[in-house]
């Protein structure tokens, strides 16, 4: 079973910068939708950025687009989420998700993913 293994979270004040890791197997890894999301108490779960180990372009939800940047490394198989200018609204639990990228129309939101890690928290501060 595919099980997505996040880290890197913590507390940073705004306007600084985190980096989340995800860990994947190889299977995984070569040709997957990886996604990652995030949950504040009291709100949904939001769909922050996306992409296709395959390639292509990735998926940024407007409220970090120009912020965050989804990227992978092919020799180490993780996915990153490079998260810079962060804000206090930026505050949640975040989530790596993976997913098969067949029987549906690309690897963003409303995408349901199946495999999902346990979290890892990030907390802005002002």
């Known amino acids: 079973q595919v099980q997505p293994v996040e880290s890197g979270g913590g507390s940073v004040q705004a306007g600084g910068s985190l980096r989340l890791s995800c860990a994947a197997s190889?299977?995984?890894?070569?040709?997957?939708?990886m996604g990652w999301f995030r949950q504040a108490p009291g709100k949904e779960r939001e769909g922050v950025a996306a992409?296709?180990?395959?390639?292509?372009?990735?998926y940024y939800a407007d409220s970090v687009k120009g912020r965050f940047t989804i990227s992978q490394d092919n020799a180490k198989n993780l996915v990153y989420l490079q998260m810079d200018t962060l804000k206090p609204e930026d505050t949640a639990m975040y989530y790596c998700?993976?997913?098969?990228?067949?029987?549906?129309?690309?690897?963003?939101?409303?995408?349901?993913?199946?495999?999902w890690g346990q979290g890892t928290q990030v907390t802005v501060s002002t």
């Open positions: 998700a993976a997913t098969s990228p067949y029987g549906g129309s690309g690897c963003a939101p409303p995408r349901t993913y199946a495999y």
């Open positions: 190889r299977y995984t890894y070569s040709d997957y939708c």
């Open positions: 992409l296709y180990t395959g390639g292509g372009s990735p």
